[in-house]
């Protein structure tokens, strides 16, 4: 995918604004891809992770900060679409002084790019790009934040799921239903306790023996397999991946046994296609940016001053929504995937246009 890359659709055009950073001090290389600001600031965190090349990072913000944008859009923010992306391993090179860098580079920005947590950055994080920048959510509460977004973050899927579930089965719940988490790291693990709760049984998977650790101790009834491969084979009704985007390929949608996808990983779909080839074997996908936006709904409300029932109310909001795509997937006769890009573009064509609207 390239910066520049257009459609027909003035809606779906390129990105914006890509912006190469780097401070040869702190070692610090990073990436922010600003899609979209048609509906306000663009908002997305900041992902810290060593990426094999400098195209495989550039490839990573593009995709997550398009995302971004549709994500914000159906959440019913007045936020745009962006991300950063930091190449290199956080447990190597991390350091105070690269993301207070990082943060001067943000802060460059004027408040076109709001940023948050991510894949290898957490709220101590956003505490210290803070202190060089105020255009950045996330932060602790200790420091006015709201905390951990992946709380809502794996409410929202969970609500999501709930009407994926309620669409295939006719109830709204995952009660009796085997439900295989690839992930357990930030989301995952709370999303594993709303599944148990509802009456759900699990089976998962992590790389981090950690991780798999933690599932022992806290939730001993849940089943642990050796990687995603034989969760993705695994007798489930729904699958649930809650770690790294391209989750979804060639070779993992024949060997599926779910009927139901919905997890908190962005960028699900490994290519254009796979949408249509898990409709065509009967599998329901609830699109990734809109079951897991809570955690953007939580960071979004940090910026007018942080309300976590405000907050919670509107990430339980994600079911309707989730409701609505489906049904007009049916109507329209298309995956779910092309009915939400629809409704996505929509607002921002809509509300975007709004802005030509002079104010004086």
Same mark, same amino acid.
């Given at each position: 995918?390239?910066v520049f890359v257009?459609?027909d659709?003035t809606?779906?055009?390129?990105h914006?604004?890509?912006?190469?950073?780097q401070d040869?001090?702190?070692g610090?290389?990073?990436?922010?891809?600003?899609?979209?600001?048609?509906l306000g600031?663009a908002l997305?965190g900041?992902r810290f992770y060593p990426y094999?090349?400098e195209?495989?990072a550039l490839?990573d913000?593009?995709?997550?900060s398009r995302?971004?944008?549709?994500?914000?859009?159906?959440a019913g923010?007045d936020?745009?679409g962006g991300k950063?992306v930091?190449?290199?391993d956080?447990?190597q090179?991390?350091?105070?002084a690269?993301?207070?860098?990082?943060?001067?580079?943000?802060?460059?920005?004027?408040?076109?790019?709001?940023t948050?947590?991510?894949?290898g950055?957490y709220v101590p994080?956003?505490?210290?790009i803070?202190?060089?920048?105020r255009f950045v959510?996330?932060?602790?509460v200790?420091h006015?934040?709201?905390?951990?977004?992946?709380?809502l973050?794996?409410?929202g899927?969970?609500?999501?799921?709930?009407?994926?579930?309620?669409h295939v089965w006719?109830s709204?719940?995952l009660?009796?239903?085997r439900?295989?988490v690839a992930?357990l790291?930030?989301?995952g693990?709370? @999303?594993?306790?709303h599944l148990? *709760?509802?009456?759900?049984?699990? !089976? +998962?998977t =992590?790389?981090?023996e950690?991780?798999?650790?933690?599932?022992?101790q806290?939730y001993p009834?849940?089943d642990l397999?050796?990687?995603?491969a034989a969760?993705v084979a695994?007798?489930?009704?729904v699958y649930?991946?809650?770690a790294?985007?391209?989750?979804?390929?060639?070779d993992t949608?024949p060997a599926?046994?779910?009927k139901v996808v919905?997890?908190a990983a962005?960028?699900?779909?490994?290519?254009p296609?796979?949408?249509k080839?898990l409709?065509?074997?009967g599998?329901?996908y609830?699109?990734?940016?809109?079951?897991?936006?809570?955690g953007?709904i939580?960071?979004?409300?940090?910026?007018?001053?942080?309300?976590f029932?405000r907050?919670k109310?509107r990430?339980?909001?994600?079911y309707?929504?989730t409701?609505?795509i @489906?049904?007009?997937a049916?109507a *329209?006769g298309?995956?779910?995937a !092309? +009915?939400? =890009?629809?409704?996505?573009?929509r607002?921002?064509a809509?509300?975007?246009r709004?802005r030509?609207i002079?104010l004086?």
């Amino acid at each position: 995918m390239g910066v520049f890359v257009s459609t027909d659709g003035t809606e779906s055009a390129g990105h914006e604004q890509v912006v190469f950073c780097q401070d040869k001090q702190t070692g610090l290389k990073a990436i922010i891809g600003i899609y979209s600001t048609a509906l306000g600031p663009a908002l997305g965190g900041t992902r810290f992770y060593p990426y094999a090349t400098e195209a495989d990072a550039l490839h990573d913000v593009l995709e997550l900060s398009r995302g971004m944008a549709y994500k914000n859009a159906l959440a019913g923010l007045d936020l745009g679409g962006g991300k950063a992306v930091i190449w290199g391993d956080p447990e190597q090179i991390k350091t105070e002084a690269l993301l207070r860098a990082y943060g001067r580079f943000v802060q460059s920005l004027g408040g076109r790019y709001y940023t948050a947590c991510d894949v290898g950055t957490y709220v101590p994080d956003m505490d210290i790009i803070a202190r060089e920048t105020r255009f950045v959510t996330g932060r602790s509460v200790e420091h006015g934040g709201a905390g951990d977004s992946s709380i809502l973050t794996a409410w929202g899927v969970f609500q999501g799921m709930r009407a994926a579930a309620e669409h295939v089965w006719g109830s709204p719940t995952l009660a009796g239903r085997r439900v295989g988490v690839a992930g357990l790291g930030k989301v995952g693990k709370y @999303l594993v306790g709303h599944l148990i *709760e509802d009456g759900a049984s699990v !089976v +998962a998977t =992590d790389v981090s023996e950690r991780a798999l650790e933690w599932a022992r101790q806290t939730y001993p009834q849940v089943d642990l397999v050796a990687d995603a491969a034989a969760l993705v084979a695994a007798d489930i009704d729904v699958y649930a991946p809650c770690a790294l985007g391209g989750a979804l390929d060639d070779d993992t949608v024949p060997a599926l046994r779910a009927k139901v996808v919905a997890g908190a990983a962005n960028n699900q779909l490994a290519h254009p296609g796979i949408e249509k080839l898990l409709a065509d074997r009967g599998v329901l996908y609830a699109p990734d940016y809109v079951v897991n936006a809570g955690g953007v709904i939580q960071v979004a409300d940090e910026i007018e001053g942080f309300n976590f029932e405000r907050a919670k109310l509107r990430a339980t909001r994600i079911y309707d929504t989730t409701r609505e795509i @489906l049904r007009l997937a049916d109507a *329209e006769g298309v995956p779910p995937a !092309v +009915a939400a =890009d629809r409704l996505a573009e929509r607002r921002m064509a809509e509300v975007g246009r709004l802005r030509t609207i002079h104010l004086g």
